[in-house]
């Protein structure tokens, strides 16, 4: 164990956030995502949730300041009724990063770029159309 970083970051997602460099991205995928099909290094969180990894994640890694949304999520395809749990991650995004912008990437277009990021991490997620996108950037001292 280490101090001031959460048991939920596991050994082998450290070491994959600090091997991460400026632009690479990486998904956290609900129960449904088919994140072992999909990566180049997966990581298997089963018993968290999406968000709870989100926040841990975003204590440690900052966000891109280089694009306009380093934020995606999977569109759902119902402007009108988003998931509930996308107002949990802009709550968790601007507590530990200020105001972001997300964008929406259409279902098979978010596998296809997943198959792109560095790393995939698999978890324990229940509710459907809970997958995102985190794309690195870099640590000002």
Do not use: C
């Not at 995502?33 to 018993?47: E, H, M, Q, S, Y």
């Not at 995606?72 to 107002?87: E, K, R, T, V």
């Amino acid at each position: 164990m280490l101090k001031n970083i959460s048991p939920i970051i596991s050994p082998e997602l450290l070491k994959i956030l600090m091997e991460m460099g400026h632009g690479d991205e990486i998904v956290i995928g609900d129960g449904n995502f088919p994140a072992a099909a999909n990566a180049k290094r997966l990581v298997r969180l089963d018993g968290h949730g999406v968000n709870e990894i989100l926040e841990a994640i975003l204590k440690l890694m900052p966000l891109d300041t280089y694009v306009e949304a380093p934020v995606a999520l999977m569109d759902n395809g119902d402007a009108s009724n988003p998931p509930p749990i996308w107002a949990d991650y802009k709550n968790t995004v601007v507590a530990e990063e200020g105001d972001k912008n997300f964008e929406l990437v259409e279902r098979f277009a978010f596998y296809e770029r997943a198959r792109d990021a560095y790393a995939i991490i698999a978890t324990g997620e229940t509710a459907i159309y809970a997958n995102i996108i985190l794309k690195k950037g870099v640590v000002i001292q």
